[in-house]
């Protein structure tokens, strides 16, 4: 119990409360060991382990497990423990064992009878014993990548006949879960590289632009409505007009164009794509827009380039990398997957509250993947025609998604389809509600139920909370974008430049030296002089480490693989030479990687000062407004 107190405060306090009660009668098998029998619903008795040998049954069932290859294991009852005793013993010393377990009164029994503190006390044992999918977000968040990696499930039997329902449940989280952390991860690494390119090509903005500081608690305690552009925005959007002036209206990109066409002018709109294809929500809009562009540095610069009224750069890491001499250290919000996202993070940040959610489907409700009247339906009416209605190209949008849908609850509890990518953005959104101070409102009146959402029309929110008109700041006039220190940016990026290439050329020596001791491991004395060599070209490297964690950005994929590797060779349990041969092979692939990251990361250094040094040119000369 010490060691359950530091480890899990939460379930401590709930065991300390069944010693009000008494354990479960303990048993001795054949062996010795004990063993426990419980009833089942229907009245029948089940043992959990064996009356005879409950260590070699739990052996045997660990022996199905591939403790040398995953990185996690779910396992489905506790027991007594004795099984994963034994696959905390097999496993990797890396490996998270998460011990699904609804019974308290069993654990605490099991925790009377035998000493679990080595256990619980290495940090790799997680228990979950309640079907709170938004808690167990919170928990597992920070195993993504190791989930991604590898994640088996053990099934101990008896304990699924008596806590059936429970098992059935946390067995669809848990793959829910390993879904989506599947489709961050791959996200991060497919757009890994374009997200650190259009940073680059935006370190213009970044400048010259705004900072997110300004609009801290803006709003404070004011009602702030985010409209998205799923399905049923259709069938409330007209009570919208109400709400202007009445609340803080924030449209993700896609809807900025409909409601502007509505004469709605909504205060704030965010982007964070990065392809040059999301322009297109951009296109013929008014010079004298007064909607404020709320957008990651990651975002196509075609957009900031297009867009007329206010913008505002959110801090970023990789951007202030770029140029740490200047020392912005400008504000910024956390990362979301969606513009839907950025725009609630943005309510919280401004103090709005409550926030109310509109259009925000996250499935496909009435067969639709998009509300009508999107500049969606601009790209797909060159192909309408007799045989191919605008609703029958929504279905086929849907349709190709076949292999990735998903039944999910509605709103109202009844059967939707949903897909794998709206299904992690529903979970990670979940996540931000459990720890919201903010009172959230799900007025979409359509797809998926949102937990931590409370549903209700858009209608009963309006009278509820947005009734008298909103006391504001004067909305701000087109910004003029800052050149005045441009210059300093461009020496940033000349030393970024600079380093990149000393970081390429360090790599090019560190592989030789590691393909040198990887052909004399069995001479100890000759592998160990090499070494003393490759020592000396880290100590170069680290002088580089803020640039080298710039260039990283680009090479996401090198970054997976190592983990990977990593990940495998300590599953492997493999020692001595065997063991450095593995890791020689994965240092070299992942230095191949980083040269590569590197030059990729000098021509982008170079093409970035060449297009600053334009833009100062054009401001000097007129041809633009600074």
């Not at 997680?126 to 989930?147: E, H, K, P, S, V």
């Not at 998903?406 to 959104?429: M, N, P």
């Not at 931000?432 to 409370?454: L, N, Y």
């Amino acid at each position: 119990m010490a060691a359950l107190w530091t480890a899990d405060p939460q379930l401590a306090q709930q065991l300390e409360e069944q010693l009000e009660h008494e354990p479960y009668a303990i048993e001795a098998s054949r062996s010795g060991a004990p063993t426990v029998a419980l009833l089942t619903a229907d009245g029948r008795k089940i043992h959990l382990h064996s009356r005879y040998e409950p260590l070699e049954e739990a052996r045997k069932l660990i022996d199905r497990a591939q403790t040398d290859q995953k990185a996690v294991f779910c396992v489905h009852g506790f027991g007594l423990g004795y099984h994963v005793e034994n696959l905390f013993e097999r496993a990797s010393t890396e490996a998270m064992i998460l011990v699904l377990e609804s019974d308290l009164r069993l654990l605490r029994t099991a925790f009377e009878h035998r000493d679990f503190s080595k256990l619980i006390s290495s940090g790799r044992v997680m228990f979950i014993t309640q079907d709170d999918r938004g808690r167990l977000l919170l928990r597992l968040n920070a195993y993504q990548a190791m989930i991604s990696a590898g994640l088996e499930f053990v099934v101990h039997a008896p304990s699924l006949q008596l806590q059936d329902e429970f098992h059935r449940r946390m067995q669809t989280v848990m793959s829910e879960f390993v879904a989506y952390c599947r489709t961050s991860l791959n996200t991060v690494i497919l757009n890994g590289q374009r997200t650190a390119e259009n940073i680059a090509r935006n370190i213009g903005w970044y400048v010259g632009t705004g900072s997110l500081s300004r609009l801290a608690g803006r709003h404070a305690k004011q009602p702030a409505i985010i409209v998205s552009a799923g399905p049923s925005l259709r069938k409330n959007r007209h009570l919208l007009t109400e709400a202007a002036g009445r609340s803080v209206i924030i449209a993700v990109q896609t809807t900025l164009a409909p409601l502007l066409e509505m004469g709605i002018e909504p205060d704030y709109v965010t982007s964070l794509d990065y392809h040059d294809i999301c322009t297109r929500f951009f296109e013929r809009l008014p010079s004298s827009l007064k909607t404020e562009l709320i957008a990651e540095p990651k975002a196509s610069s075609a957009v900031l380039k297009l867009y007329p009224g206010p913008m505002t750069i959110l801090g970023n890491d990789f951007a202030e990398k770029l140029v740490r001499e200047m020392k912005l250290t400008k504000p910024s919000l956390r990362a979301g997957a969606t513009v839907a996202h950025l725009a609630f993070y943005l309510a919280e940040h401004m103090g709005c509250d409550p926030i109310i959610f509109v259009g925000q489907d996250l499935a496909f409700s009435d067969g639709l993947c998009y509300t009508p009247g999107t500049s969606y339906e601009d790209v797909w009416r060159p192909e309408l025609g007799r045989f191919c209605t605008m609703e029958m190209r929504q279905w086929e949008h849907i349709v190709r998604e076949r292999p990735i849908l998903r039944k999910i609850e509605d709103w109202q509890g009844r059967a939707i389809y949903t897909e794998e990518r709206l299904f992690a953005y529903l979970q990670q959104f979940e996540r931000d509600f459990a720890v919201s101070g903010a009172r959230i409102i799900d007025a979409t009146e359509g797809g998926a139920k949102k937990r931590g959402a409370e549903a209700m029309s858009l209608r009963e929110a309006l009278d509820a909370f947005c009734r008298r008109p909103l006391e504001r700041a004067a909305r701000g006039e087109k910004s003029a974008l800052c050149v005045d220190r441009f210059g300093e940016c461009i020496e940033s990026l000349s030393r970024r430049r600079d380093e990149a290439r000393k970081i390429a050329q360090i790599g090019r020596e560190t592989a030789e030296l590691l393909k040198e001791v990887s052909g004399c491991l069995e001479a100890p004395e000759k592998a160990n002089r090499v070494i003393a060599k490759i020592d000396a070209v880290k100590a170069r490297m680290h002088e580089l480490n803020d640039c080298y964690e710039a260039i990283t950005q680009l090479t996401q994929h090198t970054e997976l693989v190592r983990f990977q590797s990593d990940r495998a060779i300590a599953a492997s349990r493999v020692s001595g030479v065997e063991k450095q041969r593995r890791q020689l092979a994965r240092d070299i692939v992942n230095v191949q990687g980083i040269i590569a990251a590197a030059e990729r990361f000098e021509a982008l250094m170079e093409e970035v000062m060449a297009g600053m040094r334009q833009w100062q040119d054009r401001v000097k000369d007129g041809e633009v407004r600074a």
